[in-house]
């Protein structure tokens, strides 16, 4: 069983930087792919990145790309979303997810992952 426990959300002007943090806890919580995802009020959930278990390669979606970066520390088992020159389009609640495989799908679609955070509220306004 994998926990994903998700913090480091808030206020934020535009323009602004956050650092979203993701402790990954199980057993071999270092094979697997982590994903972030996020949720706008009444829209869909988005698939904005994702990392494989070695820390290897990362995907971006195009919204994010250039702006986001992720990282991650198997020995501290925690993955790292820093997100730079925050919009308000990306105000939503952020989520971390787990995939069973290590390396990050094409796609980056819910239902390739099985394991999920709480989630964690950014809000980026003026």
């Known amino acids: 069983q994998l926990y994903l426990v998700e913090s480091g959300g808030g206020f934020v002007q535009p323009g602004g930087s956050l650092r979203l943090s993701c402790v990954a806890s199980?057993?071999?919580?270092?094979?697997?792919?982590i994903g972030w995802f996020r949720q706008a009020p009444g829209k869909e959930r988005e698939g904005i990145s994702c990392?494989?278990?070695?820390?290897?390669?990362?995907t971006y979606a195009d919204s994010v790309k250039g702006r986001f970066t992720m990282s991650r520390d198997n020995a501290e088992e925690v993955v790292q979303l820093l997100m730079n020159g925050l919009k308000p389009e990306d105000t939503a609640a952020y989520y971390c997810?787990?995939?069973?495989?290590?390396?990050?799908?094409?796609?980056?679609?819910?239902?390739?992952?099985?394991?999920w955070g709480q989630g964690t509220q950014v809000t980026v306004s003026s």
């Open positions: 997810a787990a995939r069973g495989f290590s390396d990050c799908p094409s796609t980056l679609r819910e239902s390739y992952f099985g394991a």
């Open positions: 990392i494989s278990g070695d820390g290897g390669s990362t």
């Open positions: 199980g057993r071999h919580s270092d094979y697997y792919a």
